[in-house]
T-cell receptor, first 114, second 116 residues
């Protein structure tokens, strides 16, 4: 069975510093990985995805993620954090059974401190 | 939140009542999904539909029902059999309904259901 883990419930970072939100995955076969962001009382917004190819994936709002097959990780990164980046971040892996659903991690709350 | 609308934004239900949450999309997406979000538990899949007039149970379908009579609409009914229905409900849709596409899902703004 496939799954993702987000080991940190909360991440705090100072404005202007680089940020990392961690995600590890477990799948049999090739992983297809996604990052989403959720602002308070809103739906999820797609940030980026890894399907194949370059291990460094660039997405929306200056975010990028690095796929590391040996460490089974897909960490979300941004070189310089903004206060407006404060939100709940979800990592997800695609279901390999053919139903094409997503399995989500439990989320990481990012707080950027001014 | 793109072209997906959910209504109402807030919903209050008395115990023993059925309620229906609306989800409409104008993106011409094939697949649609319902998720439940509880604090600290991420999103859990309730039902999904890949084509009109067909849908499948997700991980937590008990106490819920859906229909997919039109491509753009996927309403969710929370029945009185659902023992703990207070949660944030999210609808999503996606291009493609096969097992070989890797398209991302687009989410609606959500409905917060509270049982009184």
């Amino acid at each position: 069975a496939q799954s993702v883990a987000q080991p940190e419930d909360q991440v705090n970072v100072a404005e202007g510093n680089p940020l990392t939100v961690k995600c590890t995955y477990s799948v049999s076969g090739n992983p297809y990985l996604f990052w989403y962001v959720q602002y308070p009382n809103r739906g999820l917004q797609f940030l980026l995805k890894y399907i194949t190819g370059d291990n460094l994936v660039k997405g929306s709002y200056g975010f990028e993620a690095e796929f590391n097959k040996s460490q089974t990780s897909f960490h979300l990164k941004k070189p310089s954090a903004l206060v407006s980046d404060s939100a709940l971040y979800f990592c997800a892996v695609r279901d390999i059974s053919g139903a094409n659903n997503l399995f989500f991690g439990t989320g990481t709350r990012l707080t950027v401190i001014p | 939140d793109g072209g997906i609308t959910q209504s109402p934004k807030y919903l209050f239900r008395k115990e023993g009542q059925n309620v229906t949450l609306s989800c409409e999309q104008n993106l011409n997406h094939d697949a649609m999904y319902w998720y439940r979000q509880d604090p600290g538990q991420g999103l859990r899949l309730i039902y999904y539909s890949q084509i009109v007039n067909d849908f499948q149970k997700g991980d937590i379908a008990e106490g819920y029902s859906v229909s997919r009579e039109k491509k753009e609409s996927f309403p969710l009914t929370v029945t009185s059999a659902q023992k703990n229905p207070t949660a944030f409900y999210l609808c999503a849709s996606k291009w493609g309904a096969s097992g070989t596409d890797y398209n991302e899902q687009f989410f609606g703004p959500g409905t917060r259901l509270t049982v009184l």
